[in-house]
């Protein structure tokens, strides 16, 4: 048996190779990383629903290989997923308390891919109220902390599997991503993660919880991987992508091809920008974005400081606000509707995208198809930016993991105050508008030792391409570092 202290810093890719050509087995992983679960949880609070069969599952996982049986791509490998995915037999929360005992009877469809590649689920990390934050307090669980500084969030939705990723507790969890919820925490937490193009990837078994309302948000929202790897994510995406016979919007599409060597560096032609217009960033932040392209075009790729001329990110972040306040109006009792109204929506302050989201509660079906029109034209403006580029590197938000602190309040950000919604996710939701696919990748640390990731942006359904890309870009800037003590 090995006792390599390297293990729960490995990656899932590389934890199955080493099952498959029997130098560790599924077991002594899983008690590896239960073991850092037990002595990490009381600070960290990220898996908070452990599986009880997962030992079972990973004994039957030794025993398959001894016989020459191999599951999948992922045979033994333990992993995690959000607390929002129905994993047959355990709790699904969504951190939400009236769901506080809610058992999931079936799989969602991430959750029956992941078995069928022969994933061990060792249970479902942590979000905050039907995850609806960039910070990760739930009033199921409580609060995660940032493995880097634990007076820092995680970020959210997804802020309990980034932190357990980054804290060497599982090397892979299964993400959703609506407003940045996979991006934000993986930037927060120095971890990679890919948000797939919308519809690559079935939601089925994703916040649909007992007696609830039926499913509404069709649009803007994508479901995928974090890691401590390009590669990884690029597994992940092979094993989930693909119709499943229930949301029928799934198109057929080609396997992820192979992760093809990187272009020659002089072949990459990358877009960057370390701002965007009107919307704040950090100088700090700034500079890591203007390093990592001094890095890249220094390593032979072509890099452009472009933003998209006819692309507001102003109108994409309240455009947003207005389709998915309309998606959530279709799920939500009238009385609550106009209490919503009345309000801040969902306590995240006042700024013109949850001017959207008040909007998009009140909204008719005619406005509704005119907001739909109106994403159309901004996806043919985007990609009309990106169709001579590989890809284009921004920031994920405008700052590094931030104290813990009430949801809505404005953040300052190198002494100016910005409103809570534009401070955290201004720079992802465009991209949730738009469906693109976008890849989140350390790329430096903060004067504090925070990490800093950047954001890379691809083409609709060329996902593929975007992580090749990705995989050099990743080489080039350094990858994943553990963060210190773990």
Not at 128 to 145: E, I
Not at 171 to 184: C, K, N, V, W
């Amino acid at each position: 048996m090995s006792t390599d202290p390297g293990v729960p810093f490995m990656t899932a890719g590389a934890l199955a190779a080493a099952i498959r050509e029997r130098r560790l087995r599924s077991v002594e992983i899983l008690d590896q990383l239960a073991e850092r679960h037990r002595r990490w949880h009381p600070s960290l609070n990220a898996i908070v629903i452990p599986n009880p069969d997962a030992r079972a599952h990973a004994v039957a996982a030794d025993s398959a290989m001894e016989r020459g049986e191999v599951w999948g791509p992922l045979h033994g490998v333990p992993i995690t997923i959000k607390d929002i995915f129905d994993v047959r037999g355990l709790r699904n929360t969504a951190g939400y308390p009236p769901a506080r005992d809610n058992i999931s009877v079936t799989d969602a469809t991430v959750t029956t891919r992941m078995r069928e590649a022969g994933a061990v689920i060792m249970g479902k990390t942590n979000v905050p109220l039907l995850c609806y934050d960039w910070q990760c307090d739930s009033p199921v669980f409580g609060r995660t902390n940032n493995p880097w500084n634990l007076a820092r969030t995680p970020g959210g939705s997804t802020g309990g599997g980034a932190a357990a990723v980054a804290a060497g507790l599982t090397p892979l969890e299964i993400g959703s991503d609506a407003a940045g919820s996979i991006r934000i925490p993986s930037h927060f937490c120095g971890v990679f993660g890919l948000k797939p193009t919308e519809g690559r990837v079935s939601g089925a078994g994703h916040g649909e919880l007992p007696g609830g309302p039926p499913r509404g948000l069709r649009h803007m929202v994508s479901f995928g991987p974090l890691a401590r790897s390009v590669a990884d994510l690029r597994l992940a995406l092979t094993i989930l992508e693909g119709p499943d016979g229930k949301h029928s919007e799934i198109p057929p599409v080609a396997p992820v091809a192979p992760l093809r060597d990187a272009p020659l560096p002089g072949t990459l032609r990358i877009a960057w920008s370390d701002a965007l217009p009107h919307e704040p960033v950090s100088a700090e932040t700034a500079s890591v974005v203007r390093s990592a392209a001094e890095a890249l075009g220094g390593a032979g790729c072509t890099m452009t400081r472009a933003t998209p001329a006819d692309f507001d990110v102003d109108e994409a972040l309240e455009l947003w606000g207005e389709i998915n306040g309309f998606e959530m109006a279709v799920m939500t009792p009238v009385p609550v509707r106009m209490l919503l109204r009345q309000g801040t929506y969902f306590g995240l302050g006042k700024s013109r995208w949850t001017r959207g989201m008040r909007g998009g509660l009140a909204m008719n079906p005619k406005r509704f198809a005119v907001a739909l029109a109106r994403r159309d034209h901004m996806i043919a403006a985007l990609e009309r930016f990106l169709a001579d580029v590989d890809g284009w590197i921004l920031p994920v938000s405008p700052l590094s993991a931030f104290p813990h602190m009430r949801s809505g309040k404005p953040i300052t950000i190198d002494g100016r105050k910005a409103g809570y919604t534009t401070a955290v996710g201004s720079y992802s939701a465009p991209f949730n508008l738009t469906g693109s696919p976008a890849v989140a990748l350390p790329a430096g640390m903060s004067a504090d030792g925070l990490p800093i990731g950047v954001q890379l942006i691809g083409r609709r359904w060329d996902d593929d391409h975007l992580l090749a890309v990705a995989d050099r870009v990743a080489t080039i800037l350094g990858g994943f570092r553990a963060p210190p003590g773990y």
